[in-house]
């Protein structure tokens, strides 16, 4: 098949998004397909930009936003479809990750161009990104999440509704940008400033201490479980995407009606937000045995480090075939 991997962009996640999108390639590629790497925010990629990508590595802070500014100036996302590796292309794989490449925009975007597209359509893709819709959406399917507020909210407000600790992050990002553990109240002002420079809105969330879990989907199948063990107190962008800053484990040492009930609350999240393709749902258990869904992410990381591909693997299907998979499910 010929297809074209779309990587990059220009959110705060397009390093995240080049270390998965050239792995994606590399994958493709070794299973016989004809596969073009193209950024859309840049264009085609040169094969020595392929072989500067290929190491995988992501760095343990995201780009400034200075960096992304300068990177938006050169973007074509509108003349996108017009490109002939979009167009002639049999799927579009989407490796990207945050932003206009994961908020429906681009989905949209193929859909009136009538290009095949890896994940899920420009609505779900929408819901998915906006935390405080899926949220409302788990809820209504019976999934549980932690209790929130959308700012602006005082520091009365969030200490008499939410109390301390609380998770402060921007709405519609991912990789953890922008985000901040709040444990003292001379902090919550600062943590929110920090949150509105990547979006709009900004949730706050009631902290929910105990194990981090993950559950990957593929098509309507639930992967086995996963744990992170992380060196920090959140998982956040530097244990993410460094080696060595986290443990993870699949599958995760949970009974066996543990791991049966995160997998079903894990789907329920996964079609009340009407997903397609693949996804990763992401949970803390607490020390009472109850599972928090904390969000879905519908084009979840595909680097060496990255959670979906473990799961995947645990379940026996190597990181080509996971790839290949995905894009038949965008066929079907």
């Avoid at 004809?34 to 859309?40: E, R, W």
């Avoid at 290009?115 to 359509?121: D, F, L």
């Avoid at 956040?236 to 460094?242: G, I, L, N, P």
């Avoid at 803390?284 to 990255?306: D, I, K, Q």
Wanted: aromatic share 6%.
């Amino acid at each position: 098949m010929k297809i074209t991997v779309l990587m990059g962009g220009t959110s705060s996640e397009r390093n995240v998004s080049l270390a998965s999108g050239i792995r994606i390639v590399q994958a493709l590629r070794g299973r016989g397909h004809k596969v073009t790497a193209l950024d859309p925010a840049r264009g085609v990629l040169s094969a020595k930009e392929e072989q500067e990508l290929s190491t995988g590595k992501v760095g343990t802070k995201p780009p400034s936003l200075e960096d992304l500014t300068k990177v938006a100036e050169g973007a074509f996302l509108p003349n996108l479809t017009s490109m002939k590796e979009v167009r002639e292309a049999d799927v579009a794989f989407l490796a990207l990750h945050g932003g206009q490449g994961e908020d429906g925009t681009i989905q949209a975007l193929l859909d009136m161009a009538r290009v095949k597209y890896t994940g899920s359509g420009h609505l779900s893709s929408a819901l998915a990104m906006d935390k405080d819709l899926s949220k409302k959406l788990f809820r209504a399917e019976e999934v549980k999440t932690a209790d929130w507020l959308m700012a602006p909210a005082s520091t009365e407000q969030v200490e008499g509704i939410l109390g301390l600790p609380v998770i402060v992050k921007p709405s519609k990002q991912g990789s953890t940008v922008g985000l901040t553990l709040v444990k003292k109240r001379k902090d919550l002002v600062p943590a929110i400033e920090e949150a509105f420079k990547y979006d709009d809105e900004v949730m706050i969330e009631r902290f929910v201490p105990g194990r981090e879990l993950t559950v990957g989907v593929l098509g309507d199948v639930a992967l086995p479980v996963g744990e992170i063990i992380s060196k920090h107190e959140i998982y956040d962008y530097e244990c993410k995407y460094t080696a060595g800053m986290a443990r993870e484990e699949f599958p995760a040492k949970l009974t066996p009606e543990a791991t049966e009930r995160v997998q079903h609350q894990a789907l329920a999240a996964f079609r009340s937000l009407k997903l397609k393709g693949y996804a990763r749902i992401d949970f803390r258990l607490t020390s009472e045995g109850e599972f928090y869904c904390l969000e879905a992410n519908t084009l979840p990381g595909m680097t060496e480090l990255s959670l979906i591909p473990q799961g995947a693997a645990a379940m026996g299907i190597d990181f080509p075939e996971l790839c290949e998979r995905i894009v038949k499910l965008s066929l079907e």
